[in-house]
């Protein structure tokens, strides 16, 4: 390895960790005083790219590009403010994953903006002559631009230095990142300085695009990437601080440029794996240190209290089975279309119920339940046309090896909590992704796995049963995915999920009840691990065809999308979110490209004014109602001597 | 007979040392208070008696067997209750549920997934029997998040009893009571002692309520102990007089 080959990767590598560190300073900041992970983040990123593009095409020409260096960002910090103030201030005393929903709800809608905006196309900013030329250092060419860029980000690590430890505000938020409600209480104007925290990350993100914008592209969307990156990047520096952020980013930024040269193929992979090590050995990241977990009675607990009314109600049976029936005459009276459709709800349903087991249920925010769809789903795939298994065999399997994998992934997952645990199933299910996406030997790499035949099953002998048609396999969907959402709910209403609900209300308090709080976590991330994945075998059988990107992390967020629409303290409430998503999607894309930008107002709305989902509501209002006409029957305890 | 031993128990956090060598020892059904000023290290010996921190040195047994270091909830299965400061219940749950809960992992049932919860009949009517001795009866399928301050405590201590421990660490049972229902959950766990002849361990800022039910008494300042007797013993102590009863016991 000679010098000039040494220098231009290393300025790669350095050049890389300053696009990071820009970006992922800002989360970590606001992570650190707001205490939110701020998806939009990446979106933020995004408009700053964009507002480059614009601003030197239109409005300072190529020549202003330092000018418009400074004026894209501060473009971004008035869109932040603005969501800051308008949007983001209503929910900080809100659980976790409203907060992650609503920043991921302007995720995409700022998305659809942009493409609405600025067009869908792939845009390149140019650079001035001065930027774009290169020169040799140590033998190596070295563009102009890459070291404008580390230089810049260092100075921009100074100034935030400077800016933190010697000027009064800094101390200010230095103090209520370390302790919030000390600052609150010692008279600190909060909402000001969340204003003005949540703008200056913007400014850092903003930063980073339009510094980033001309050495890569800008394209809607970009910002999903961009997130995934900087998330791993402040997770295993710490959250919350900077200096974790300033390794972390260093660490990625040499990882990638090592990985691209010594292991092309699983270059990402090598990120993800970085992140389990370090979480693995440093639960809280390289700098972090646990995080206060805030007791639910600190929370907004009035409006919840109405959201799961502890008294049980039970629904008259007829009720309970009516739409059963009507399932199962569907298909009679119509065509492929919906008998496709309903499966795919039925699919969805399964694996939203099984992830609300964890969120609902448990308290356990997972964002990785993809992984074990996928493992599900694969298991079938690769039985089904590499070992010749039958169907039945193949699809009992893919629970088995879901529940393996989300065994021992859970066993590290487990050890954390809130969005710790999120960011760790996030990514070994990243992990998992990375490998299906490249091992082409095994897993058909991006090209997936066509062609899987669904064999007649037999039973015990009996004459094979062909479910190969759409109201056969119609008729097998219902059936699995019957039986294992009624299992579902009874671990749900068992003493079992009785004590879940006693770990999601208050972790502590259970283990002083002599429960092993982190055992039962274990437990039911491989239960819901199990469910998954049947609902991935399922998939596999009915597609026929599978490809990675059914692993990927957005793919994990649809059972999270879904459960927040249906309502997540209700049992049906992920089954109701489920048709709801999967029917606007399916009519929403066929009627208008802006999927995106419409779920994202719906899920922003559900956030704000119906937090108890649609299901939630309806539950409260037909308690109301309905409680008197007897539908609808109050649970009381009565004593079986009597 | 000695239920609890604690010996030359050592902890610090950072340079602060919060327990230096403190020595304690409880009899079964005795009813003992834990007192001395904010800091004094009251807290920290109960979290390293009920698993939430490990000593530095020093252990602690239990009815006979060594418990130093266990996590919480080994500990509360060998038969030690607690209840907190702060108040901790669950508290999206019905008053019911809290205490069905406790009971479950008591007897074993709680990692049934396949029955229905409120099919355990009898668990059920336990249920009912402990939130009578404690008054809230009435009250079973409310939230608990609505309860008064004084029924979440009284609730708190309801689910602690339904591990059926040989011994209940109370942190200010009464904090942040009104003297009216300090006065009936003093009552409350005096009869209770009595009753089942539970031992009770408990910390309090009312020193009319600890010289009221006390059989003897523990005075902490700064981490180490400066004085462990009767009441009158206490009350006659010259160093706990100077160092912190000061003012309230001379008056009377």
């Known amino acids: ?43 933020l990123y995004m408009l700053g790219a964009y507002f480059m593009y614009w601003i030197t095409l239109y409005i300072v020409g190529t020549g202003g590009f330092l000018l418009a260096l400074v004026l894209a960002p501060l473009g971004v910090a008035l869109i932040a403010a603005v969501i800051e103030t308008g949007l983001l201030r209503r929910i900080y005393m809100q659980e976790e994953i409203y907060q992650l929903l609503l920043t991921y709800a302007l995720v995409l809608i700022i998305d659809d903006l942009a493409k609405i905006v600025f067009g869908p196309e792939f845009k390149s900013i140019p650079k001035p002559d001065v930027l774009s030329g290169s020169v040799t250092l140590f033998g190596g060419t070295v563009p102009v631009y890459t070291l404008l860029v580390v230089i810049l980000a260092p100075a921009v690590a100074l100034l935030l230095w400077y800016l933190l430890h010697r000027t009064k505000t800094g101390k200010v938020v230095r103090a209520t990142s370390s302790d919030r409600e000390m600052a609150d209480a010692l008279g600190i104007n909060m909402s000001a300085l969340f204003t003005l925290v949540f703008a200056f990350g913007a400014i850092l993100a903003g930063l980073g695009g339009a510094l980033a914008g001309p050495a890569r592209t800008v394209f809607p969307g970009v910002g999903t990437e961009v997130i995934i990156e900087s998330f791993v990047v402040v997770v295993i520096g710490g959250l919350g601080n900077l200096w974790g952020a300033l390794i972390g980013s260093i660490l990625i930024g040499s990882l990638e440029t090592v990985g691209i040269i010594v292991f092309p193929e699983f270059e990402m992979s090598l990120i993800y794996l970085l992140m389990v090590a370090v979480l693995v050995v440093r639960p809280w990241g390289l700098f972090g240190r646990p995080l206060k977990v805030k007791a639910l009675s600190e929370k907004n607990l009035a409006m919840e209290a109405q959201e799961i009314s502890p008294v049980h109600f039970s629904v008259h049976p007829a009720v309970r089975w009516a739409p059963l029936l009507l399932l199962l005459l569907v298909p009679l009276v119509t065509g492929r279309f919906y008998q496709y459709l309903l499966s795919q709800i039925f699919i969805a349903s399964l694996m939203a119920v099984a992830f609300n087991l964890l969120l609902g249920t448990t308290g356990l925010l997972s964002f990785g339940q993809a992984a074990f ?24 399997l893919s629970p088995v090896t879901a529940a393996a994998a989300a065994a021992v992934i859970g066993f590290f997952c487990v050890r954390l909590s809130g969005v710790h645990f999120a960011m760790l199933t996030l990514a070994f299910g990243q992990l998992i992704f990375t490998v299906a996406y490249k091992w082409y030997g095994f897993t058909g790499g991006d090209n997936g796995i066509q062609g899987i035949p669904v064999k007649p099953i037999s039973i015990g002998g009996l004459a094979g049963i062909d479910i190969g048609s759409n109201q056969a396999m119609y008729y097998f969907v219902l059936l699995v995915v019957g039986l294992s959402v009624g299992l579902i709910r009874r671990i749900r209403s068992s003493p079992f999920g009785a004590t879940l609900k006693a770990i999601r209300e208050n972790g502590q308090r259970a283990s002083y009840l002599g429960v092993n709080v982190k055992l039962y976590q274990w437990t039911v991330f491989v239960i819901a691990g199990a469910f998954t994945g049947l609902a991935g075998g399922l998939y596999a059988l009915m597609e026929k065809a599978i490809s990675p990107e059914i692993i990927h992390w957005t793919k994990s967020a649809e059972p999270v999308f879904m459960t927040i629409i249906g309502g997540i303290y209700t049992f049906v409430g992920p089954a109701v979110g489920a048709v709801v998503y999967i029917v606007l999607n399916s009519y929403l894309v066929a009627w208008t490209e802006k999927w995106a930008l419409v779920l994202g107002l719906v899920l922003l709305t559900l956030v704000l004014l119906l937090p108890g989902g649609v299901v939630g509501f309806v539950n409260e209002k037909a308690r109301q109602i309905l409680g008197k006409s007897g539908c609808i029957r109050r649970w009381s305890f009565s004593k079986s001597a009597k | 007979m000695v239920i609890l031993e604690v010996r030359k128990v050592v902890k610090s956090f950072g340079g602060l040392r919060a327990l230096q060598d403190v020595d304690l020892s409880v009899a079964k059904g005795e009813i003992r208070a834990v007192i001395g000023p904010n800091g004094a290290g009251k807290s920290t010996l109960f979290n390293v008696m009920t698993g939430l921190l490990a000593p530095d040195t020093g252990n602690v047994v239990f009815d006979g067997e060594p418990i130093t270091g266990l996590p919480p909830h080994r500990i509360i299965r060998k038969g030690i209750g607690r209840s907190f400061q702060i108040t901790n219940i669950f508290p999206r749950m019905s008053v019911f549920e809290n205490v069905q809960a406790a009971l479950f992992s008591h007897h074993g049932t709680s990692r049934n997934p396949l029955s229905l919860a409120r099919g355990f009949t009898r668990i059920g009517e336990e249920v009912l029997g402990i939130l009578e001795q404690v008054g809230l009866a009435e009250k079973y399928d409310l939230s608990a998040s609505v309860l008064s301050h004084g029924d979440q405590k009284r609730l708190e201590i309801a689910i602690s009893l339904a591990s059926r421990p040989k011994l209940l660490m109370l942190d200010e049972p009464t904090a942040g009571m009104s003297r009216f229902e300090s006065r009936e959950t003093v009552a409350l766990l005096q009869k209770i002692s009595r009753e089942q002849g539970l031992t009770l361990i408990f910390t309090e800022h009312d020193m009319d309520i600890v010289f009221a039910i006390s059989e003897k008494i523990m005075v902490l300042q700064q981490g180490a102990v400066i004085a462990d007797g009767t009441p009158a013993e206490i009350k006659a102590n010259p160093e706990v007089r100077k160092a912190y009863l000061g003012e309230e016991v001379t008056e009377k």
Request: charged share 5%; aromatic share 14%.
């Open chain 1, 1 to 43: 390895m000679d010098l000039s080959f040494l220098t231009v990767q290393v300025l790669s590598a350095l050049r890389q960790a300053a696009f990071l560190f820009l970006i992922s300073s800002g989360l970590t900041l606001i992570f650190g005083v707001l205490n939110i992970l701020n998806f939009a983040h990446g979106a």
């Open chain 1, 373 to 396: 769809f996928g493992v599900g789903a694969y298991t079938v795939g690769l039985l089904a046309t590499k070992a010749g298994f039958g169907t039945l065999p193949a699809l009992f």
